[in-house]
Structures are given as structure tokens and as C-alpha cells.
């Protein structure tokens, strides 16, 4: 099902939007993209983030974004954009915590929004999703630069599946987990930046 405007030019409600990602729509996941920014930007601000941290924490806002458009439940009767903010929130919160640790130092090496953007010669997030060209280039160069432990911890974490359920899934380690996902940001850096 292909996100199409109502007819009256009205633009369909964030629960349509969400509706039409749960039937394979990906179009629907951009234009939520599109709404949310604002909300991320203004959560980074709330919580001073600012420089090299900042475009780090809105890339992990942006994929507690698409975990909320996953587990969105409109059954229980609360709005998504309530729902999408305090994943949000949650998110960058954590983050933040997270990078007062050790372990943080290591992960400054992710790539970033921008740098994402740059390794796909778009203009905008929206072209990113939309340039299927762009994404098998993409997917080529994890194929060929990652192990084939490092590509399924990859994709699984992308699936939203926690450290827990990944060493679950694989029969590895947490920290093997953990250390599998460092090597992916310190490769596909050191990739994409070429």
C-alpha cells in the first residue's frame, strides 16, 4: 500500500502513517521522518546537545523514532505523536548517560547523519529512502566489509532487537555483541569516508 494524501488535501494522521509502514508502506516511514524532526531537534536543544554529540544522539533519536513506529500499539488508545515523543526523550536521555561512560569513547567513531547522507549523495533524508540505487551501493559495501557475524548483529540490531535478544538469536556473548557493533562503526566509518 503506497501513503497517497487524503483526497480532501488533508495529510493523513501520524496513526495512518503508522498503519500504512505496518503494511509495507517505507514512503510512510519518510514523511514521519519529515514531521518528527522538529520534535528531535527540540529535545537535543532541551538537553544541550550540541556539536559532533548532537548529530549522534539525533541518529539514535531517529532509530528510537522507527522503533516507535514498530512497536506503536493503536489499541491502547494512546496517540503516536505522545508515544513517538517519549521514546524520543527516552532516547537521547540514555544516550547522554551513555556517553559519560568508558565504553562512549570508543563509539565516538560512528558515522553520522550527515556523513550518511554524504555517503549517499542525497540531498535530504527523504532521497536517502527513496534512491533504491543508493541503498544497494550502501548494502554492497557492508556485504563486502563486514563478517558475516558482524552483518547479522548489524541487521538484527537495526530490527531493534536489544543486546539480550541479539546474544540470544546468535548464541554469543552480550559483550561479543557489544564488540561486534564497535567494529561495524569503526568499518563502515572508515568506508563510507573514503
Same mark, same amino acid.
Request: proline share 2%; aromatic share 8%.
Given at each position: 500500500?503506497?501513503?497517497?494524501?487524503?483526497?480532501?488535501?488533508?495529510?493523513?494522521?501520524?496513526?495512518?502513517?503508522?498503519?500504512?509502514?505496518?503494511?509495507?508502506?517505507?514512503?510512510?516511514?519518510?514523511?514521519?521522518?519529515?514531521?518528527?524532526?522538529?520534535?528531535?531537534?527540540?529535545?537535543?536543544?532541551?538537553?544541550?546537545?550540541?556539536?559532533?554529540?548532537?548529530?549522534?544522539?539525533?541518529?539514535?533519536?531517529?532509530?528510537?523514532?522507527?522503533?516507535?513506529?514498530?512497536?506503536?500499539?493503536?489499541?491502547?488508545?494512546?496517540?503516536?505523536?505522545?508515544?513517538a515523543s517519549r521514546c524520543? &526523550?527516552?532516547? %537521547? *536521555?540514555? +544516550?547522554?548517560?551513555?556517553? $559519560?561512560?568508558?565504553?562512549?569513547?570508543?563509539?565516538?567513531?560512528?558515522? @553520522?547523519?550527515?556523513?550518511?547522507?554524504?555517503?549517499?549523495?542525497?540531498?535530504?533524508?527523504?532521497?536517502?529512502?527513496?534512491?533504491?540505487?543508493?541503498?544497494?551501493?550502501?548494502?554492497?559495501?557492508?556485504?563486502?566489509?563486514?563478517?558475516?557475524? &558482524?552483518?547479522? %548483529? *548489524?541487521? +538484527?540490531?537495526?530490527?531493534? $532487537?536489544?543486546?539480550?535478544?541479539?546474544?540470544?538469536?546468535?548464541?554469543? @556473548?552480550?559483550?561479543?555483541?557489544?564488540?561486534?557493533?564497535?567494529?561495524?562503526r569503526r568499518k563502515l566509518k572508515?568506508?563510507?569516508?573514503?
Amino acid at each position: 500500500m503506497a501513503f497517497r494524501p487524503k483526497k480532501n488535501g488533508h495529510a493523513n494522521s501520524d496513526e495512518e502513517l503508522v498503519r500504512a509502514y505496518h503494511q509495507g508502506d517505507n514512503t510512510s516511514f519518510v514523511e514521519l521522518i519529515s514531521r518528527y524532526l522538529d520534535l528531535i531537534d527540540a529535545k537535543l536543544t532541551q538537553f544541550h546537545c550540541s556539536g559532533a554529540e548532537r548529530e549522534d544522539v539525533k541518529q539514535e533519536a531517529l532509530m528510537a523514532l522507527l522503533n516507535a513506529v514498530k512497536l506503536y500499539d493503536p489499541g491502547k488508545e494512546t496517540r503516536f505523536s505522545t508515544f513517538a515523543s517519549r521514546c524520543v &526523550e527516552n532516547s %537521547v *536521555l540514555r +544516550s547522554l548517560q551513555h556517553r $559519560n561512560t568508558k565504553k562512549a569513547r570508543l563509539l565516538s567513531d560512528a558515522v @553520522s547523519i550527515d556523513e550518511a547522507k554524504e555517503i549517499a549523495v542525497q540531498e535530504n533524508p527523504e532521497d536517502l529512502y527513496i534512491d533504491q540505487e543508493g541503498y544497494h551501493v550502501m548494502l554492497g559495501k557492508i556485504e563486502v566489509n563486514l563478517s558475516e557475524f &558482524e552483518k547479522n %548483529v *548489524l541487521f +538484527s540490531y537495526l530490527d531493534g $532487537n536489544s543486546y539480550a535478544q541479539i546474544s540470544t538469536q546468535f548464541g554469543a @556473548s552480550q559483550k561479543s555483541v557489544d564488540n561486534a557493533l564497535q567494529r561495524v562503526r569503526r568499518k563502515l566509518k572508515t568506508v563510507f569516508s573514503k
